[in-house]
């Protein structure tokens, strides 16, 4: 496979590929094309080796290090031991990115296979959220935290999901089949799941406090 395409560096989003259920190649590769810098999580390594594809960073602990990890020392990538316990790897990929500057990241594998693991990314997502531009792929969604004021323009009848992560508070919408006008969602009680822009057109929503999640859904 060929990497992605060479760029100046922080102008374009970094992507990180985590150690959860792998996505399609195709989106894998339109999210390669145009990526400065592929940051890998310690526990994915060898599966991305394998895919051919041009690491830049291996980080993590290491705890999931493959027995041959000297087959990769030929590969001119930068290995980062982050061996704190209190972050995730997955975190610790984000204070990286923060501390070399850059802005926005996307993120591949973040979801599928273990629970714990899918709902711990999210809300590592939302932790970072206003300090990193971050947005989660997969084959089924395109995932990340609302800011408080979001306009976006949407085909006719493409499915957006609103999740409060604990709680959102005096929500509303202009654009959507089912409007928001909210003084709170909470999960667990209350959500947005499975609206729809009504029309082409803009969709625009806003929130006081607490944190939502854009979940675009294309399955």
Known sequence: MSSHHIIRDKQEPALIIAN???CSMDLLEQLLEWSPTVVVLDGAIQRVIDLGIKVDVWLGDFDHASNHSHEFDHYPLKKIHTPDQNKTDLEKAFDYLLEEGYPAVNVVWATGKRMDHTLNNFHSLVRYGEQLKIVFFDNFSTSYLLPKHFEKWYPAGTPL???PYGEAREVKSEGLVYELN????L?????SSSNESKSDGIVKISYQSGALLMMECHD
């Not at 999960?187 to 959500?191: K, N, S």
Request: negative net charge.
């Open 187 to 191: 999960l667990g009680q209350q959500t």
């Open 20 to 22: 959860g259920e792998e």
């Open 182 to 185: 909210h003084p709170v969602l």
């Open 161 to 163: 999901s609103l999740i």
